[in-house]
C-alpha cells in the first residue's frame, strides 16, 4: 500500500513539475517577445498582441497590433479585428479584416465573409468566404458550404468535403448527412450499388466526427452499426454520445442493452434519457414497469412521455387502461393520441367502439387509421364490409392489407379468389398466409395442389410410398399447429403411404381435438389392426359428434355381437344423420334386424 501512495504522489509530483514548466516557458517567451516588440520588431509585437488577445487582455493586446498592423502585419490586422469585434465595433473590425484579406490572409477573408453574412449581404460574403476556402482555410470552406447549402446550392458538398478533409468535424458530420440522404435517396432497396457505396462513405465521415467528439456523429454512427447487426460497436459509440449528453443515444443505447437481456442498466439510460425531456425513452420506462405490474409507475412516465410531445405516451396509457378493462379513461385517452394523428390509436378506439356495438363510429376511425397506413385498421375494415354483405368493398381492404404483409389478410384474399375461380391469384395469396403462419392458409393451399395431384396408382407389390408431395407438406404444416382437417388429410395420405404409424398419430390427435372424421377414422384404422374394442369407443364419439358412417359402423358391429337392440338404435341414428347412402343402408340393415328380432 505505501508504495503505491509513493508511486501516486510521484505521478502528481510529476504533473505538478511539467505544468508549472510550461507555465515558465510561457512566461519566457512572452517577455522575449516583449522586449523585441518594445525594440520596434514588428513580428514580435503582432506574436505578443495575439497571446495577449488570447489571455482576454484586450487593453494590453490592442497597442501592439495597432502598432504591428501599420507596420503592415497582416496577421495583426485580422487580431485587431477579431479584438474590435469582441468589443463591440464590428464595422471597424470589418474595415482591418478587409486589410488582412486584401493582403492574402485567409483567416481574415473568412471573418470577413461571416461579417457580411451576419449583415444579409450575401454576394459579399459567398465573395470573401470563397477566397478564404480556396487559400486551404478550413472554417472558410465549412462557412461558405453552409451558405451553399442555405441556398441549396449543388456546390456545398465539395467545399463541405474540403473542410471534412482538413479535420473539421461538424463539416464531417454535414457531409456524412448528405451522403447518407443521397444513399437513401438513391435506392431505398439498396439493390443499387450506389446506395451502398454513398452509406460506406457516410460511415467513414461520421467516425472521423465523432471519434473527434461530436456526439450527434456517434449517435448516428451508432444506427447505422446497429442497422448492421454490429452491436457491440454500435453500443460503444451509443456510449460514448450519452455521456457527452445526447438524449437520442442514452435511449437507443437503453434499448440495446434491453434486447441484450440487460434491463436494469437499459433503465438507467432511459431514465437519463426521460429525464432530459426524451418522450421515446419514457415510454419505454413505462412499457418496463408495465411488464413487471408496476402500473402506476409505468402511467407516470407515459404521463412523462405525453409531457415530451410523444404521442405514443396518451396511446400506451390508453393500453394501460384496457389492460385493466378501464375502458372509459382508454377510449380517453385512445382518442387524444387518434385527434394527434397516432394511426394505431385511432384503429384501437374504433375497435373498443366496435366492442361496445357502435360500428356506425368506428368505421371513420378505421378509415382514418387505414389511410394512414395501419395494416390492423385496413383488415379490420374488410371485416366490418364483410360482416355487411360488401365483399367486394371488403376484397379492396383484405388485398390493401394482405400487400403490407397482413398474414389473416392475406388467407381472406386466397379464399375470396378461390370463392372467385381464380386459382392461380388464389394460390399466390394463400402461399403468403401459410408462410406467414396461418394453419387455414396452409390447409387451403395444401387443398388446392391436392386438387391437381393426379389419382394414384396401383400400388406395386411390396413397393412403399415414402416420398411426400408439396401439399402434404402444407398439409403437415397445419396439423402442427393443430389444424383438425388437416390433421386428418395427413393420417390419410399416411395411410395411403402404408405409414400406419403416423397415420394413427395424426387421426388421434384430430380425434382428441374434437375431429368426428379424425375419431371415425382412428376406428377404421383400429378395426383393421384388430382393435376393434377401442376403435368401438372412437366410432362412438364420432356418431354422438354427428357423423352417419360411424354410427353405421356401430350398427354393424352391435349386429355381429348379437345386439339386435342396440343395433337398431345405432341404425335410426345413422338414417337420421346421412349422407343418403349411409341412410338407405342402415334403413335397410334396420329392417333386417326388426325381422330378425320378431321372427
Known sequence: MGDRATLLETGRFVQRYAANAESTADAEEEARHRRAADAGDTASMSVLGALLLRRGDLDGAENYLRAATSEGDRAAANNLGVLLHQRGYPDEAAGWWRVAAVAGSAAAAHALGRHHRELGDEPAAEYWLRQSAEQGHALGAYALADLLEHRSDVGAERWLRAAAEQGHREASYRLARALERRALETDPSGADPKGPELMTEATQWYRQAAARGHRRAALNLGAILEKRGELKEAGRWYLTSAKEGETRAACALGFLLRDAGDEESAAIWWLRAAQDGDGNAANALGALHAAHGEQQTAERWYRAAMDAGDVNGAYNLGLLCAAQDRTVQAEQWYRRAAYAGHREAANALAVLLLQADDATGAEPWFSKAAEAGSVDAAFNLGILYAGRGSDRAALRWYERAAAAGHTEAALQVGIAYLRDGDEQSAERHLRCAAGGGSAEGAFRLATVLDSREPPPGL??????????????????????????????????????????????????????????????????????????????????????AGHGRAALRLALLAARRGELSEGQRWCARAVELGPSEVSERAARLREALHQELTA
Not at 463 to 488: D, F, L, N, P, S
Not at 512 to 518: D, I, L, Q, T
Request: proline content about 1%.
Open 459 to 544: 400400388p406395386v407389390l411390396g413397393e412403399t410410398y415414402t416420398e411426400k408431395t408439396e401439399c402434404e407438406q402444407w398439409y403437415e404444416r397445419a396439423a402442427e399447429q393443430g389444424h383438425r382437417r388437416a390433421q386428418v388429410r395427413v393420417g390419410m395420405l399416411a395411410a395411403g403411404r402404408g405409414d400406419i404409424a403416423e397415420a394413427a398419430h395424426w387421426y388421434r390427435e384430430a380425434a382428441e381435438a374434437g375431429s368426428r372424421n379424425g375419431a371415425f377414422n382412428l376406428g377404421l384404422l383400429l378395426a383393421r389392426e384388430g382393435g376393434e374394442r377401442e376403435a368401438a369407443l372412437w366410432w362412438t364419439r364420432a356418431a354422438q
